[in-house]
């Protein structure tokens, strides 16, 4: 099979300026719920770009947890990789890619920390084990065996043991705050319908872009 041969045709309705809401958050709305109904596997699943001091672009899957006019949030550890490239570089990009539905979100922007509170309401939302799970990932650095991590996990719920779990000082939201927002919908022929949201002084320019 060669993979250079593989392509489908995008048959979905197209896409135009008044079916789009002015405001990209509420716009982002719409096709998050259509992705939810529509089956697409963990359709709040993205794509998060970032690129530390040295300018290399780095990416990982991370999940979208929220998202309201502030930005969108995900959690992670505070140590990981991502983290201290995010301290170099507060910008990241995500992607979300609903191919099921012949769709793609694009959004950029700056990256701030999610206060101690919000992480702390969120941290308390968590399965038990996933609250154990934060406490025991030194994530992104290295270790010699998975049984380590397994010693930690009990050694942490040994610690825990009949109380809550208190939320790790390394671990945390971050919410990217969209300047940028592009809609993508396939269309035949390679003719696909793209819509660009600028953040400006006056409000969220739209233009349409060529595939
Ligand atoms: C479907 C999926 C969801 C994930 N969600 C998260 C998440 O919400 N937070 C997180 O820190 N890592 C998540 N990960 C793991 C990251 O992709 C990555 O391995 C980890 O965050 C370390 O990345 P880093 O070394 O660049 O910091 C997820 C991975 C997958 C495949």
């Given at each position: 099979m060669d993979i250079g041969d593989m392509r489908r045709e995008f048959e979905s309705e197209g896409l135009d300026r008044d079916d789009l809401d002015d405001d990209p958050i509420r716009q982002f709305e719409r096709w998050f719920e259509d992705a939810r109904t529509a089956g697409i596997?963990?359709?709040?699943a993205m794509s998060l770009a970032t690129a530390g001091a040295d300018g290399m672009p780095d990416l990982r899957t991370v999940l979208l947890k929220y998202f309201d006019a502030r930005g969108f949030v995900f959690y992670t550890n505070y140590g990981s990789r991502k983290a201290r490239e995010l301290e170099d570089n507060p910008r990241a990009a995500l992607l979300f890619p609903w191919l099921g539905l012949n769709r793609q979100v694009r959004i950029q922007g700056p990256v701030e920390k999610v206060s101690k509170a919000e992480s702390l309401r969120y941290f308390a939302s968590r399965p038990r084990g996933s609250q154990i799970g934060a406490w025991v990932s030194e994530q992104s650095r290295a270790i010699t065996s998975r049984g380590l991590l397994e010693q930690k996990v009990a050694e942490m719920k040994r610690k825990f043991a009949g109380g809550e779990v208190p939320l790790p000082s390394f671990w945390g939201g971050y919410r990217v705050v969209p300047e940028r927002v592009e809609f993508w919908q396939g269309r035949p022929s390679r003719l696909h319908d793209r819509f660009e949201y600028l953040r400006t002084d006056d409000g969220w320019h739209i233009q349409r872009l060529q595939p």
């Open positions: 596997l963990e359709p709040n």
